[in-house]
């Protein structure tokens, strides 16, 4: 199939491709058309952009002090080493001025060797106080990072791609991000809704006129949950239990990522 002729498919492929969600002989293959075909590539490289600026939601980190700090004590402890192996090699050579002189050179080497001995054993205990101290600050940051595990590309009735939902069932946010051109007018407002395989609608909360946003969301409202759509409601948005009141303009399967 040449997928230039599909614009529909080549669209839905490089999302999936852009997501993680397209994967094995599919996913080889889509990377071998984009490879040979400029269109292919282009779809590819435009989801490529829209699913990076999800980053935006990152904050900057600048390196850990600690991490200086552990390059400093490891550069301070080779400089050590090599002085204590050339206080040891100089000791070692023959004297010709008597064996008081060698004596004095010994108890130097002796002293040395003592001083390098204390100064690696204060920086063996740095090291392993920053290096909890970095594990710890690791393991925070981690903590704080999404864990993408759902989403879903909601297209419009001309199965064009007009919001991308992510979720994180760890913090409990579902994250939109508008990548189409639709805008809702000053009066009204986009609604989130899960649509389960029984029973109505429940609303996933209504959305601001930002591009990126981010709404609160427990597991089990997204849990076994195939499809979600987006209907345009009145300013405000409508009451749960109403279901949408207005078109359902976007619409879309949940997918769980398997990583």
Not at 58 to 76: C, D, G, S, Y
Request: no cysteine.
């Amino acid at each position: 199939m040449n997928l230039i002729h599909h614009p529909e498919l080549l669209d839905k492929l490089a999302a999936a491709h852009a997501l993680g969600t397209l994967r094995g002989g599919a996913r080889r293959r889509f990377e071998a058309m984009a490879r040979e075909q400029a269109p292919v590539r282009a779809a590819a490289l435009v989801w490529q952009s829209r699913v990076a600026s999800m980053n935006e939601l990152q904050t900057p980190q600048p390196p850990a002090p600690a991490v200086w700090t552990r390059i400093e004590n490891l550069v301070q402890g080779d400089s050590q080493q090599q002085a204590m192996a050339a206080a040891r090699a100089q000791a070692t050579k023959p004297q010709a001025t008597g064996w008081l002189r060698s004596l004095a050179l010994w108890r130097g080497a002796t002293a040395a060797g003592a001083l390098a001995t204390v100064f690696a054993l204060v920086t063996a205990v740095g090291l392993r106080d920053n290096l909890g101290a970095q594990i710890n600050e690791l393991q925070a940051r981690l903590s704080a990072t999404p864990q993408i595990e759902y989403v879903a590309v909601l297209n419009d009735d001309q199965a064009s791609a007009s919001m991308l939902v992510t979720f994180d069932p760890k913090n409990g946010k579902l994250t939109l991000q508008r990548v189409g051109g639709f805008q809702e007018a000053s009066d009204k407002s986009l609604q989130l809704w899960a649509l389960p395989p029984s029973g109505g609608p429940r609303s996933l909360g209504v959305l601001s006129q930002e591009r990126l946003l981010q709404l609160t969301a427990g597991v089990g409202d997204v849990r076994e949950v195939p499809t979600l759509a987006i209907s345009l409601e009145p300013k405000g948005g409508v009451p749960s239990e109403r279901g949408p009141t207005g078109p359902v303009l976007f619409k879309g399967t949940l997918i769980q990522k398997m990583i």
